[in-house]
């Protein structure tokens, strides 16, 4: 069987992180779970009271960052380790939440990330989530989804993530923070949100996850089969 990579795209709480896990699983590939790989930069640069807008100190600090994902003990489990270090629920706090965005953002920063998952992602069976995976990360991936939902229904999932995860959350707040997230990363200049020209759109508003897994493993199994 000829492996392929894929790239899943969509905004904040469209359901990317557990379709991109649930698909890897499925298909017995590899998730790279990038927006962790920011966060876990992010949580570092919070602890170091490094600004979110020192790009330059941001670049230095992930340059002494050695980022390893692993399996974790659940088949669609993704362990993060910075430094040989496990890190945990503190990289999705609302402190961190807060302020991934802006750190994503710099040029220079992404420009680092981008080539440590590309050459992750040179193996092939790869499954990447984010926001720019396939207009910039992977534009050369076999599959391209792009995820979308009502902000209703994406604030009601982040919400009862935080809840189901002991994160303080209040509706509103969630809601206000997801709209911010969005017009941050649809307006950046560098690599924005933005459905890839070949991207197959799924509106998972009315969908399960399960649903949505059971959709794109056909697909990627029809690519596997046509490169083999």
């Known amino acids: 069987m000829h492996k392929i990579n894929i790239a899943i795209d969509g905004p904040a709480g469209s359901g990317k992180s557990t379709v991109a896990k649930e698909t890897a699983a ?10 962790a790989m920011y966060r876990s930069l992010t949580f570092r640069a919070l602890q170091a009271n490094i600004s979110e807008q020192d790009e330059d100190s941001l670049l ?3 340059t002494d960052m050695d980022i390893t994902l692993k399996h974790g003990e659940k088949e669609a489990q993704v362990q993060v380790f910075v430094n040989g270090q496990l890190l945990g629920e503190e990289i999705r706090s609302q402190a961190v939440t807060g302020k991934v965005s802006e750190v994503s953002a710099h040029g220079k920063i992404r420009e680092e990330m981008v080539a440590r ?4 992602a040179e ?3 790869v499954v990447l989530d984010g926001r720019d995976i396939g207009t910039f990360v992977l534009p050369g991936a076999e599959l391209k989804i792009y995820l979308y939902a009502s902000v209703d229904e994406r604030t009601k999932r ?7 995860n002991g994160r303080p959350s209040d509706i509103l707040a969630t809601r206000e923070e997801l709209q911010r997230r969005d017009h941050l990363d649809r307006e950046r200049s560098i690599a924005p949100l933005k459905q890839a020209k070949d991207a197959v759109p799924i509106d998972t508003t009315d969908l399960t996850s399960e ?8 697909i990627a199994r029809e690519k596997e089969t046509e490169g083999s």
Do not use: P
Not at 26 to 35: A, F, Q
Not at 158 to 164: C, D, K, M
């Open 60 to 62: 230095r600090l992930l």
């Open 211 to 218: 649903e949505v897994v059971a959709r794109i493993c056909r």
């Open 117 to 120: 998952q590309q050459k992750i």
């Open 123 to 125: 193996q092939k069976g």
């Open 158 to 164: 982040r919400h009862l993530e935080n809840i189901a």
């Open 26 to 35: 499925h298909l017995s590939y590899l998730y790279i779970d990038t927006g």
